[in-house]
């Protein structure tokens, strides 16, 4: 496979509270980018948009769109630094004066930083204390074992 | 404070009754995401980067404590225990659930409160000095006008579907703290040749993608032709704004390209026809609304100041964050939101609280919100401001930091707002950790931050203005200088070539070393230095040695 092939993952916010999900290779929305699910050819970049266009149309999602992914040392990670930060939340929520995560967040989170480090990012984030709400993290997701999986 | 009457709860109350069925609707598939869109912005929701966001109006940035503790309720209850004052004076929850959002807005009408006109092409939230009706410098409280405004423009059916968005701000002191000449219409309350209060009347400023100062198209309106002439000067926005280019649609545009003059006249003409006419103010109906705004029970005789410890901190937070007050014995404080390395604008649930309980205490029960994104305590008794500074330290809320270098604006930028091409925050905490300790020797100094061309981080009007970009899929940031939002209005220039996230908070400390370089003495401010100097010494700092 070509380091350079263009790898899209369908994200959306789910409707009834606006969080940022992205299709799971399970067909379900997840809150987690480590669990999206792969386009790598046109076939499967419209079967995501027709997804897309479905769950949108059942009032599950709203304003889907595809987000272009690339493969690092790290692992994927997506190619625009914003998509970067919607996958992995907010850099600055450890100095958020009196921010409380919800439970689903820091359980994600605890599964993140079990699967891996931080890719590259400045001091400041490698050392936040809670740096699973940085979006480097997003580059610390496996490829081959997702790849797998989303095949 | 200005209470409602029954016309303004009924109105909140339908709206939320409205738009609870909305949801309703949107969640049973019953409305489109098309046909819903419209309806929750209406109502201040957005959907931001990461959640669904509550803008949440604050008429003219002023809060009673039990507003207060109710914006502390719904960040406990229904965001995630925190809240952001933001540069409109508004408060906007970043994580609430479409599903509690009529909750909310029922939360909100039982204070008094709403987020009608948050959004949208219509008249928003009007803003004020927010020392208003405590100053010293002013000739009278701005705030029952901005009433009467908001008043006015609160569901105007022929203002509901303007060309873009617009925005008034009003100030009546000589010394602008309501940015009057960046906004779309900027009133200045004035001491009229014959005695009477009038305005002088701005128009067609703002910043964005097209930064420009307004233009003063009247000096001497009367204040009983108030609603007439922002009337005529709306309509003649509303009929010739452009609705082809949503870049061109604010009325700046309009007023910029066929000129102040023609402009003016064409609203003098709409205004000759209407002004004797139902919006006539009449001098009861003005004197009404200004009870409502009424000084509070000041005491009469000036209490002596108890003794306390010698405390430098102390001294210095008297220094920096209070004000000279109208009335003998008492200072305006401002609690500044801005820690150092913190994020500017945000407050928790409990330092909101403490706010509250501390204004309710101390300050007759009010509190500003500034459009410096600070918090200001408008009516404390010299005696009491060793007690309040004690009770906002215990609260992290005593940074003496106003107007220095640390006293940062900055959007939301790219780690919430979905329109954002790069973060602000970070870059301000950055800036204030690397200037902190010698932000004294610095002196004034007025640094804004802006996440995209947009410009909610005011940077047009920094002394020293970031506007983050997006350059090749990663964040960029351009500088520029010598930007002022106050009577001395102007807008920043950019230096040159931009710098990465790294790359400019390095530039603005060789800026500010350079500033420090060549000021002629300790008063001599930074724009005062940038006028003088110009840009040349300032690029030099920044780009010889590359």
Redesign the interface.
């Known amino acids: 496979m070509s380091r350079n092939a263009e790898i899209s993952v369908l994200t959306a916010?789910r409707?009834?509270?606006?969080?940022?999900v992205f299709l799971d290779f399970e067909g379900a929305w997840s809150e987690s980018f480590a669990e999206a699910v792969l386009a790598r050819t046109p076939d499967e970049v419209r079967a995501l948009e027709d997804r897309a266009t479905y769950d949108?149309?059942?009032?599950v999602i709203?304003?889907p769109y595809l987000v272009e992914v690339r493969e690092t040392q790290a692992g994927l990670t997506p190619?625009?630094?914003?998509e970067r930060?919607?996958a992995g939340?907010?850099?600055?929520l450890d100095?958020?004066?009196?921010?409380?995560?919800?439970e689903a967040v820091l359980r994600q989170a605890q599964h993140e930083v079990a699967d891996g480090g931080p890719g590259e990012s400045?001091e400041?984030l490698r050392t936040a204390p809670h740096a699973q709400h940085r979006p480097e993290l997003v580059e610390g997701r496996a490829t081959g074992s997702t790849h797998a999986q989303a095949a | 404070m200005y209470r409602y009457d029954e016309f303004d709860a009924e109105f909140v109350r339908q709206r939320v009754a409205q738009f609870r069925d909305q949801v309703r609707r949107?969640?049973?598939?019953e409305l489109?995401?098309d046909e819903f869109k419209p309806l929750r912005l209406m109502n201040g929701v957005y959907?931001?980067?990461?959640?669904?966001m509550l803008r949440i109006a604050i008429p003219y940035g002023t809060l009673s404590s039990r507003q207060m503790r109710k914006l502390a309720h719904i960040?406990r209850r229904y965001d995630?225990?925190?809240g952001h004052f933001t540069t409109r004076q508004n408060l906007q929850f970043n994580w609430?659930?479409?599903?509690d959002i009529p909750d909310i807005l029922e939360e909100l009408a039982s204070v008094e409160m709403h987020a009608i006109q948050t959004s949208g092409n219509c008249i928003r939230n009007v803003t004020a000095d927010h020392f208003a009706g405590a100053t010293a410098d002013e000739v009278a409280d701005p705030r029952p006008y901005a009433e009467i405004i908001r008043q006015w423009s609160s569901l105007h059916p022929e203002f509901s579907f303007l060309p873009r968005k617009f925005k008034v701000a009003v100030t009546a002191a000589e010394k602008d703290r309501a940015a009057i000449q960046v906004h779309d219409i900027g009133l200045h309350l004035k001491r009229l040749a014959g005695g009477g209060l009038g305005f002088a009347v701005y128009v067609g400023g703002g910043q964005g993608r097209t930064p420009l100062l307004a233009k003063k198209i009247r000096d001497d309106l009367p204040e009983a032709d108030l609603l007439s002439y922002l009337e005529a000067a709306l309509r003649v926005y509303n009929l010739h704004g452009r609705r082809d280019n949503k870049f061109k649609a604010r009325i700046k545009i309009l007023v910029h390209e066929i000129g102040a003059a023609a402009f003016s006249a064409q609203v003098e003409e709409e205004w000759q026809r209407i002004r004797d006419g139902a919006l006539r103010l009449p001098e009861a109906e003005i004197r009404r609304i200004e009870a409502y705004f009424a000084p509070p029970a000041f005491a009469s005789r000036v209490a002596k100041a108890a003794l306390r410890p010698a405390d430098r901190a102390f001294d210095r937070w008297v220094t920096r964050n209070t004000h000279a007050h109208r009335q003998p014995g008492y200072a305006i404080v401002t609690i500044s939101l801005k820690p150092i390395?913190?994020?500017p604008g945000?407050?928790?649930?409990?330092?909101m609280d403490r706010v509250a309980d501390i204004a309710e205490r101390y300050s007759f029960d009010e509190v500003r919100v500034t459009h410096e994104q600070n918090l200001v305590l408008p009516h404390v008794r010299l005696v009491d401001l060793w007690a309040v500074y004690q009770e906002l330290k215990a609260a992290?809320l005593a940074e003496a930091n106003a107007g220095l270098a640390t006293d940062i604006i900055a959007c939301p930028g790219?780690?919430?707002c979905s329109l954002?091409?790069?973060?602000s925050?970070?870059i301000a905490?950055?800036i204030s950790e690397r200037l902190s300790s010698r932000q004294d020797a610095i002196g004034d100094l007025k640094i804004k931050i802006s996440g995209c061309i947009n410009a909610c981080g005011h940077h047009h009007v920094g002394h020293i203005g970031i506007l983050g970009v997006?350059k090749r899929?990663?964040?960029h940031y351009q500088l520029l200088l010598g930007g002022s939002g106050a009577e001395d209005a102007a807008i920043a220039s950019i230096t040159g070539p931009g710098f990465g996230?790294?790359g400019i908070v390095d530039a603005v400390e060789k800026v500010v070393d350079r500033y420090l370089e060549l000021r002629t003495d300790e008063g001599e401010p930074f724009l005062a230095a940038y006028s003088r100097l110009g840009p040349a010494p300032f690029k030099d700092a920044l780009y010889a040695a590359s």
């Open positions: 916010n409707l009834g509270d606006g969080a940022v949108a149309s059942h009032n709203v304003e190619v625009r630094y914003r930060v919607r939340g907010p850099s600055v100095d958020v004066p009196g921010y409380v995560a919800p400045d400041r | 949107r969640l049973l598939g489109t995401e959907l931001q980067l990461h959640a669904y960040a995630r225990g925190t609430p659930k479409l599903t390395g913190g994020i945000d407050a928790s649930a409990e330092q992290g790219l780690d919430y954002a091409n790069a973060r925050i970070p905490q950055r997006e899929g990663e964040e996230p790294d």
